[in-house]
């Protein structure tokens, strides 16, 4: 998400905006390969790595209009600084396949479907038509993006028997409960398949709501450049409803950022997953092509 305008900044508003986007399409493009690197040795079918490739292409393309407009605007990427967060995203979910997904493309990104409308009207009204344009046709790609992650989370939640609006309620109320802070744009959302009762809060069942801390104080801790720990949680702690926690003899590993609990799959286990999930590609690719569609993996 692009930071409000901060009249002190040292570039007008065009270019700072478009510096800020540039060094989030940078960090979209670390955050796709990391992804596909950091979980090969899961072996997931083939189409999950090259979704991911796509989106890291699709996303350098963006860097690169990005970085075109700040040169037609006398600017340069490094002419202010520049934050963090979406890094941290990636730190903290890289334990858990699952908690990748309901961070990056299913919070991080989809801020990008809540934040393009209102940016693409303030360059407008403020005479930038052509940075507009670009963070309109930005937008719009991101949408595909956030679709992608909504339906390899759904697959990989079924074929671990998980719930996916629990397990992403759990993840995000474990890992970093300020993705919740609205305004959301539910349409654009809704539109991808990223269902209200997954990140409204005001949708959640009383007992999940019991389990979060306030996204308002959640951000105000990040704000800070603290991390958040456990020791931040409400008395009413998440520890013990994360649906990752192991069972049936499932070892298990810390964290490294967050305190969650998230499962070390033996191979036999790993191989099951793969298995799995390659039948139901079959079977959406079946129902696809009996219904004249195109292929059922993501794009």
């Not at 609990?261 to 033996?266: C, D, E, Q, R």
Request: aromatic share 6%; proline share 5%.
């Amino acid at each position: 998400q692009v930071p409000s305008y901060d009249k002190d900044a040292p570039l007008p508003l065009g270019a700072y905006m478009l510096h800020n986007l540039a060094h989030i399409e940078l960090n979209a493009i670390d955050l796709a390969w990391d992804t596909v690197a950091r979980f090969a040795d899961l072996d997931l079918p083939a189409c999950f790595y090259e979704d991911f490739a796509r989106v890291a292409d699709d996303e350098s393309r963006h860097l690169g209009w990005c970085l075109q407009r700040l040169g037609e605007l006398g600017a340069a990427y490094g002419d202010m600084v520049a934050h963090d967060l979406l890094w941290e995203g990636a730190q903290m979910s890289a334990h858990d396949i699952n908690a990748r997904l309901a961070i990056v493309p299913l919070s991080q990104e989809a801020r990008g479907l809540d934040a393009g409308t209102r940016l693409v009207q303030r360059l407008t009204g403020s005479g930038d038509k052509r940075s507009a344009a670009i963070v309109s046709m930005i937008a719009l790609e991101e949408k595909a993006h956030v679709a992608v992650g909504v339906v390899w989370f759904g697959r990989i939640c079924a074929a671990l028997g998980l719930e996916a609006p629990v397990t992403f309620r759990t993840w995000l109320t474990e890992l970093c409960p300020d993705l919740l802070k609205g305004p959301f744009n539910h349409d654009a959302r809704n539109e991808v398949g990223l269902a209200r009762a997954w990140y409204d809060i005001s949708h959640w069942p009383d007992e999940a709501q019991a389990q979060i801390i306030p996204p308002a104080k959640a951000a105000s801790i990040r704000g800070q450049g603290k991390m958040i720990s456990r020791q931040d949680m409400e008395p009413t702690s998440a520890a013990g409803i994360l649906p990752h926690s192991p069972a049936h003899g499932a070892s298990s590993a810390s964290s490294p950022v967050g305190g969650g609990v998230g499962p070390v799959l033996a191979r036999e286990q790993l191989q099951v997953l793969k298995q799995r999930l390659e039948r139901m590609l079959d079977l959406e690719l079946n129902s696809s092509e009996a219904g004249g569609g195109a292929s059922g993996t993501a794009r």
